[in-house]
Nanobody, 128 residues
């Protein structure tokens, strides 16, 4: 079993930065991929970024590419999402998730149905 706990959300002005953290506990295997998703009010949850636990390769949604950076600290079992140049449209609840399947293409990790474990989410609000 894997538990995920997000932190670091808050209120920030447009153009500002936030760093989200995801603390993982339980059995995290090297084949895992760790993703960040977000859900804005009245919208479906959408993929943001993913990183392989082993190797560290990453993939981003076009909407955040160049502004957000996903990283991980294997020793601490932590995953981070550094968010820069925030826009009001980035306002959402952000979720950390873990996918235990080993997909060949990292771009295949965009589908939330493949993720086995989810955190409770952390609110990010960007004011204009």
């Amino acid at each position: 079993q894997v538990q995920l706990v997000e932190s670091g959300g808050g209120l920030v002005q447009a153009g500002g930065s936030l760093r989200l953290s995801c603390a993982a506990s339980g059995r995290i295997f090297s084949t895992f991929a760790m993703g960040w998703f977000r859900q804005a009010a009245g919208k479906e949850r959408e993929f943001v970024a993913v990183i392989r636990w082993s190797g560290g390769s990453t993939y981003y949604a076009d909407s955040v590419k160049g502004r957000f950076t996903i990283s991980r600290d294997n020793a601490k079992k932590m995953v981070y999402l550094q968010m820069n140049s925030l826009k009001p449209e980035d306002t959402a609840i952000y979720y950390c998730a873990a996918d235990s399947s080993h997909l060949l293409r990292i771009s295949d990790y965009v589908w939330e149905k493949g993720y086995d474990y989810w955190g409770q989410g952390t609110q990010v609000t960007v004011s204009s």
